[in-house]
């Protein structure tokens, strides 16, 4: 299975490339996604703060961090999150969606997961058992949880807006047309993501309340 193509209405800012899924290790993954046995107190999972409803975000300023005190970061969405090259708010993982997928369960101020243990809850699943085996992991393991949740996010690509047709309204195309041009957004909005991928420095001031 093929996750879908993004058809971008406009050369020179799409399409992004195809990504090959596992349907059986996204099935996996998903199901990974939204257990909150993978969190040390069972009591979240990636999707509390990761919501489907609310775009793969939380809709909050600031996301709640584990055990449910506020954190210092902002919950970023998911969607094309496969196509990144580097990951959180200051660009320090910047290798795979495996290393993304450990840092988040075992931070202690995220989902602080003993993965020792994790492991241990999964092999008491047994439709787990059955999933990992049927997805060629073998029996379940933490390297098999590292790799199928990020089999899962290959699945969560943008698709059908008005942009990804070509069926924007007359507003949206004036819209784009200055984006392009006077308004100088795409000197850096640009590109399949409309984005460099790259950390800038844009003058935004410290928020004394968060870091003091």
């Not at 969190?39 to 809709?59: L, Q, Y």
């Not at 060629?136 to 059908?160: C, D, F, Q």
């Amino acid at each position: 299975m093929a996750a879908p193509m993004v058809s971008a209405a406009e050369p020179g800012f799409g399409p992004v490339k195809t990504i090959k899924v596992d349907a059986k290790k996204a099935a996996l993954g998903k199901r990974l996604f939204f257990d909150v046995r993978l969190s040390g107190d069972a009591a979240i999972s990636c999707a509390t703060c990761h919501n489907p409803e609310k775009g793969f975000s939380d809709g909050l300023p600031l996301s709640k961090a584990y055990p449910g005190s506020e954190g210092f970061r902002n919950t970023p969405t998911l969607i094309n999150t496969a196509y990144k090259a580097a990951w959180f708010h200051d660009g320090r993982v910047g290798t795979n969606l495996n290393d993304i997928t450990r840092e988040m369960l075992t931070e202690t101020y995220l989902m602080n997961m003993d993965m020792r243990i994790m492991q241990e809850r999964l092999k008491q699943d047994p439709v787990y058992v059955k999933m990992f085996k049927e997805a060629g992991y073998g029996e379940p393991s933490n390297g098999a949880v590292r790799k199928a949740i990020p089999e899962y996010m290959k699945t969560l690509i943008s698709k059908n807006s008005p942009f990804d047709t070509g069926k924007m309204s007359a507003a949206a195309k004036r819209g784009f047309e200055l984006f392009k041009g006077k308004a100088g957004c795409s000197q850096c909005h640009n590109g399949p993501l409309f984005s460099d991928q790259k950390a800038h420095n844009t003058g935004v001031p410290e928020n004394t309340e968060i870091f003091t």
